[in-house]
């Protein structure tokens, strides 16, 4: 199985930063992407960036600028950098992983982590 483990999260005041990691463990043989969700109260469970293992990223239109993703392939590892944090940030933060097994691909989640902005 694969394992990841979220951590950095926490409570900031609107204009501070987090940075957010997730590493992954287990039978990790062949990742092609890793990324980043978030999930506000009431709300779906949205994109907020992610990133290949050749280094290409996406992300959610909103969040440019703001945030920055990045990865460890050595160590199987993604990072977030969150700047200039807003309170419409607050949310659960999910680590996703798309493991390759031969052919197939399988997606794999992090147990979340919240993110809290408020003064």
């Known amino acids: 199985q694969v394992q990841l483990v979220e951590s950095g999260g926490g409570l900031v005041q609107p204009g501070g930063s987090l940075r957010l990691s997730c590493a992954a463990s287990g039978r990790v043989f062949s990742i092609a992407a890793m990324g980043w969700y978030r999930q506000a109260p009431g709300k779906q469970r949205e994109l907020v960036a992610s990133i290949t293992s050749g280094g290409s990223t996406n992300y959610a239109d909103s969040l440019k600028g703001r945030f920055t993703i990045s990865r460890d392939n050595a160590k199987n590892t993604v990072f977030l950098q969150m700047n200039s944090l807003k309170p419409e940030d607050t949310a659960v933060y999910y680590c996703?992983?798309?493991?390759?097994?031969?052919?197939?691909?399988?997606?794999?989640w992090g147990q979340g982590t919240q993110v809290t902005v408020s003064s």
């Open positions: 996703n992983a798309a493991i390759r097994f031969g052919i197939d691909v399988t997606n794999y």
